[in-house]
């Protein structure tokens, strides 16, 4: 995976105006185009579409500030039709036009060319279990929120907190299939959105694909397969999405397995106070 997210970063650099196949990259190294978007989401720490926006833009600041060019001649020579397109991305970017830039030379951003490499980490067992379920059905309360990678999500909380006590014990009783209780689902986002993208969050659980479900919920349809449960416990949320990071970048470049489409599940097994004992339930395939 590391050799395949570099040869990514190459494919960038090689040509700033051209479209990146992700796809037919992730062919070549023998994984799936989702995998390799979210793995380098999650390792760089920023989506592959922001990544190649920031580097185009550094490029082209480069070449405004010390060339003759003309704008439009840089714009197009980074795959943007238009001035008023480049402007656009060039703003939101550097903070600044590129007529501005080129005037003044600055202040300007840059992204540097990333690089991954492998570090020996793993000091610390990761409790992993894998396990193949049946079809089922995501059935409770559904809203669309936008992501937030760091920190409680207030929306979420917003949704959860509407929902009354009395309609919980219902979803409980509903619950019919692993994962067992409530469920905190996330869906319908791609693989590598940046924060602040709508999301679905589903406030439900988890009930076997053949049982008639309440009309008045909604519901997410879940296709057999396979799924990684990680196992963690200590303050929320911060334990939780340590623990999304440590899937990334120890677990995964590690084991025979990739993410395949598919929702993103919590299950929350204990929660006093600000501590949480949870599992992370993701949709996974053979490598």
């Known amino acids: 995976m590391i050799g395949a997210l570099n040869a990514l970063v190459d494919l960038v650099e090689a040509d700033a105006s051209a479209d990146v196949d992700a796809a037919g990259l992730a062919r070549t ?6 995998h390799l978007r979210r793995m380098f989401s999650a390792l760089a720490g920023v989506p592959l579409s922001e990544y190649v926006r920031r580097r185009r833009m550094t490029l082209a600041a480069a070449e405004l500030v010390s060339g003759d060019a003309s704008i439009l001649d840089v714009a197009v020579r980074h795959g943007y039709g238009s001035v008023e397109a480049f402007g656009r991305a060039f703003r939101a970017v550097h903070g600044i036009g590129p007529a501005q830039a080129r005037r003044d030379g600055g202040p300007l951003r840059t992204q540097p060319t990333l690089r991954f490499r492998l570090s020996v980490e793993g000091s610390v067992p990761m409790d992993v279990t894998v396990t193949t379920l049946p079809a089922l059905v995501l059935a ?33 009783a509903l619950s019919s299939a692993e994962p067992a209780g409530i469920l905190a689902v996330t869906g319908d986002i791609e693989p590598d959105a940046p924060e602040g993208t709508t999301l679905t969050y589903l406030h439900g659980v988890a009930v076997s694909a053949d049982d008639e479900v309440p009309e008045d919920l909604d519901v997410l349809r879940v296709d057999e397969g396979s799924w990684a449960v990680f196992s963690a416990s200590g303050p929320f949320p911060e334990t939780l999405q340590t623990l999304w990071a440590a899937t990334a970048t120890e677990w995964f470049p590690s084991n025979p397995w990739r993410l395949r489409p598919g929702p993103s599940i919590v299950r929350y097994l204990e929660f006093t106070g600000s501590h949480a004992s949870c599992e992370l339930w993701l949709a996974v395939e053979p490598a």
């Open 140 to 172: 409770g309360h559904a809203a669309r929120v936008p992501l937030i990678h760091e920190g409680v999500n207030p929306h979420i909380q917003q949704h959860i907190a509407a929902i009354p006590a009395e309609e919980h014990a219902r979803l409980k």
């Open 29 to 34: 190294h023998g994984t799936t185009e989702y």
